[in-house]
């Protein structure tokens, strides 16, 4: 299983610091990923950043490309988060580029899709109409790709998918992506192990519930295998 942690904007470089070596000691069989802010990247197998320009460097305030993250050794990156998409504005073209650029650089790419409420309300085909939206122009034969399915309606809002709409949703996106599929919304301890054992599961992107680092291991530990 991969179990992710998504900071958002959460911990600073001491408290993100302190809770990587807690998870250093930490013995897993489980492939274990965190995306700290930009502020608090790290050299660390398991760290990602959670967003990156499509360039090198250059005139983008405010941004950070591979030169910034690769200063860190760092060779993973999430994007299209919904977070991005709905607050931070962005496209699906412009996801789309940096999938591009990132891959070109062989980076491990956690890209997430996700509906919003409405859509859910319309039932299963009108939300894998929608996600395949948000992968157009996405390389779904890359090899470092890896899905995280996130309905916007259960991101942090401590209610989470039911098991029924999960298995639904990843059965079907199974039929045309091979890459690993991870669930995330107010993935918790007490319903980890139960979204972990759904077929077409992968693993799990988890925000809130993961930001406190003994809650992280506990989940960790939790998931079978
Ligand atoms: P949540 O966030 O676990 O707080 O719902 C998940 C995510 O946005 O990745």
Redesign the pocket.
């Known amino acids: 299983m991969i179990i992710a942690s998504?900071f958002?904007m959460n911990h600073t470089r001491r408290s993100t610091k302190a809770f990587l070596k807690k998870l250093k000691e930490v013995k897993t069989n489980h492939t274990i990923r965190v995306f700290p802010p930009a502020t608090s990247l790290f050299e660390f197998d398991i760290v990602g950043a959670q967003n990156g320009y499509p360039a090198v460097n250059g005139s983008f305030t405010g941004e950070i490309g591979l030169e910034q993250i690769q200063e860190f050794n760092i060779d993973k990156i999430l994007i299209g988060?919904?977070?991005r998409r709905n607050i931070l504005g962005e496209k699906q073209e412009f996801i789309a580029k940096k999938f591009e650029f990132y891959k070109n650089e062989n980076f491990e790419i956690t890209y997430?899709i996700g509906e919003p409420l409405e859509i859910r309300q319309k039932g299963i085909d009108e939300v894998i109409k929608y996600l395949k939206n948000e992968l157009v122009g996405i390389d779904m034969n890359y090899d470092k790709l890896i899905i995280?399915y996130?309905p916007v309606w259960?991101?942090?809002?401590g209610v989470?998918a039911t098991i029924k709409e999960i298995e639904e949703t990843h059965n079907k996106l199974r039929e045309f992506i091979q890459a690993p599929l991870l669930y995330?919304?107010?993935?918790?301890l007490d319903n980890i192990s139960e979204i972990c054992e759904i077929e077409n599961v992968d693993g799990v992107?988890?925000?809130?519930?993961?930001w406190q680092v003994e809650n992280f291991v506990r989940m960790i530990n939790q998931v079978k295998g």
């Open positions: 998504n958002k988060h919904s977070e997430c995280a996130e259960a991101i942090g809002t989470s995330g919304g107010s993935v918790k992107l988890i925000g809130t519930a993961s």
